[in-house]
């Protein structure tokens, strides 16, 4: 049952509909969980592992492999900042974000719908990944990006793979705004996340997160907010396992917001439950370059359910803490997820994070989705012939 969340109206399964006809607000997927969780155990580590917990039909699935990502525990950052720290590296999906977990759960259900356009708005992650999977679905994709705000690995992902893009003067909101109004025609199947099933299978970082930990939820989860899909999908997760009784109790759920683009941290900081959109939103963490995020409501909630926080950074404070996590960790990882990284130490500073608590950042994209901006935070490499008298000379004296 997909249900509204702010005034409770109910909708079917296979109604295609991405806001609530009574009210406006945005929508939720309603299930309960009425499996054992051992019944994961020994299956392969995809998010398909999960499907009982997921409501689409299985006959359909459209799967890259997705999920299952890398849960590096960090001692050398987290000693340095006085935490337990894991990182949970949602890079290391197919396309090289979290988007793909989205993706397999809503390109499913486009095909049990039995469409044949799909269609998205994106800064540039979620049109990667729909691109892909669309390929493998064997659908028609179009694709609205915000013109020249897009980091270089994510266009080439979404020409590559066969989408028709769309480079559209204006920002995200603006290009969101319009793909919707062409949802609403019924010319395409939407694949944003305020389609709800996108959401189904985001959820599934939350998932992992309390089964990683050994069944038990971490002190606190950060993350960035963009268009706040993703930290109302991981807290929607956790709660369904904690509600199936799989863990004893939930993560703080942690926004991260670069300053140029804080809609939810400012409602937050005012104890509002909407955002007042941010015009002309801008930061160097393009994925997030978002003034009027469409989940508003439901971070929000998880945020003040969940006793969380959020809180906004600088462009330099996530350039430096990108830097500081590829060399101290060995994690590479796109402006954009840096934000996580780059809150806690702010929220450290600040105490609002306890010294010993247990932290999980959730970092988003791959450091080679931009590799623009990487190549810019580095110093070039020398030109040098193969001379080895010149290079042990030039090596020894450094
Ligand atoms: N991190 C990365 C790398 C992203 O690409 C995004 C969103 C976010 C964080 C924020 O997640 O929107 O669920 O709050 N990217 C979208 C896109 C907007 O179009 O790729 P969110």
Partial sequence: MIRCVSCGEEYGDDEVIYTCEKCGSVLELVNEIDVSKDIFDGRKDNLWKFKECIPVDET????????????????????????????????????????????????????????????????????????????????????????????????AQAMFHGAEVMSINGNFDEALEAMTALALEKHLYLLNSINPYRLEGQKTIGYEIVRDLGWQAPDRIILPVGNAGNISAIWK???????????????????????????????????????VPVENPETIATAIRIGAPVSDIKALNAIYDSNGYS???????????????????????????????????????????DKGETITCVVTGHLLKDPNTAIDACTQPTEVDADIDTLREILMNK
């Fill in 60 to 155: 359909k699935i459209v799967s890259l492999d997705e999920g299952g990502t890398p849960f590096c525990r960090c001692d050398k950052l987290g000693d340095e900042l006085g935490v337990n720290l894991y990182v949970k590296v949602e890079g290391s999906n197919p396309t090289g974000s979290f988007k793909d977990r989205g993706m397999t759960v809503g390109m499913t259900k486009a095909m049990e719908l039995g469409v044949s356009t799909v269609g998205c708005a994106s800064t540039g992650n979620t049109s990667a990944s729909l691109s892909a999977y669309a390929a493998r679905a064997g659908l028609r994709c179009i694709v609205f990006l915000p013109s020249g705000k897009v980091a270089l690995g994510k266009l």
């Fill in 237 to 275: 997760g956790v709660k369904e396992f904690y509600d199936a009784g799989f863990i004893k109790d939930l993560p703080m759920m942690t926004g991260i917001q670069a300053e140029g683009a804080c809609p939810v941290t400012n409602a937050f900081k005012k104890g509002d439950k909407r955002v």
């Fill in 311 to 353: 809180e906004t950074v600088t462009d330099e404070e996530i350039l430096d803490a990108q830097k500081l996590l590829a060399r101290t960790e060995g994690i590479g990882v796109e402006p954009a997820s840096a934000a996580s990284i780059a809150g806690l130490k702010k929220l450290v500073d600040e105490g609002v994070v």
